[in-house]
């Protein structure tokens, strides 16, 4: 059954983060950390993210929001970038992050929000938006 799920989990991060963003991964594992690459991709993708419950895009929009509010701004930019694959949109990501100043605070909400305009880029932002 791990082995399932750790060929299910790989699939879904390919799929969700790129390949090009998981083939970067892999080529910088070593043996220190390839454990824990393992437990990532059979445990965060293989068992949470490959679930039908919610779709990539909610999953992502989730994600999004609980980065933003515990601060990891690093993987909050991977998941960002992340969208392009999983078709949250930036009106959608935008919207979540109104919901993560109201429960965990503007300060973070304010941080994401500059980082999601950095890594989407303003321009495709404001086209998206009409404006």
């Known amino acids: 059954m791990g082995q399932d799920r750790l060929e299910r989990g790989m699939a879904v991060r390919r799929a969700v983060l790129g390949e090009a963003h998981v083939d970067r991964a892999g080529a910088a594992t070593t043996a220190f950390d390839a454990p824990f690459q393992a437990f ?62 109201v429960y965990a605070g503007v300060p973070a909400a304010n941080h994401a929000l500059k980082i999601v305009k950095e890594t989407l880029g303003e321009t495709a932002i404001d086209r998206e938006a009409g404006a």
């Open 40 to 101: 990532i991709t059979e445990g965060a993708w293989g068992s949470v993210w490959a679930r039908e419950g919610l779709s990539h895009r909610d999953r992502s929009l989730i994600t999004l929001a609980l980065l933003a509010g515990l601060g990891h701004w690093e993987e909050f930019a991977m998941h960002v970038r992340a969208t392009a694959n999983t078709g949250a949109t930036a009106e959608e990501i935008r919207e979540a992050m109104l919901h993560v100043a």
